[in-house]
């Protein structure tokens, strides 16, 4: 049922997004800075297997991508990336993860691989939040817990929903993310930078 739910809004997104939109965000991006359309990123999925992890790419190219999260008034953020993040544009690109098969429309979101494993040294069992595969959105994004890990308090609070979804995942409850999600991008979004 969750594969169906995720291929069915995938490719409604594809076409009714998707074909008009990516054009004009990569134009944007292109015209705005130096450098490829698109940023991947190694990521642990379901069972911790790694993969590619697509968005649009929102900084100019830096040795610290994978390692430093981007912070409030980041010079590395460009200026249309700093709109792609405040509307979460920059994550349409993993619906092609989605449909790959390395992601779900609704669960945990994936951390870059080497803060994941910084993490998992702060939180006993927190690669537990990969029993089932990462989100574009998830329990914790809809209920405003997005951008910048700045405390143990705040990355504690996202992998206890994380959890929480992972142990009481139904259709009925993906449903509700994602009306949630889309309600939170209009009403919590000041940690999107």
Known sequence: MKRTFDLVISLFTMVFIVSWLFPIVALLIKWDSK??????????????????????????????????????????????????????????????????????????????????????KEIENFMQRHQVKPGITGLAQCKGLRGEISSFQELYSRFRLDFFYVKKWCLIFDIKIVIETAISLLTKNEKAY
């Open 35 to 120: 450098g490829p359309v698109f940023f991947k990123q190694l990521r642990h999925g379901r069972g911790n297997k790694k993969f590619y992890c697509y968005k649009f790419r929102t900084m100019v190219k830096n040795k610290e991508a994978d390692t430093r999260q981007a912070t409030q008034n980041d010079a590395r953020i460009t200026k249309i990336g700093k709109f792609l993040r405040k509307t979460s544009l920059d994550e349409l690109p993993q619906i092609f993860n989605v449909i790959l098969g390395d992601m779900s429309i609704v669960g945990p979101r994936p951390h870059s691989v080497p803060m994941n494993l910084e993490f998992a």
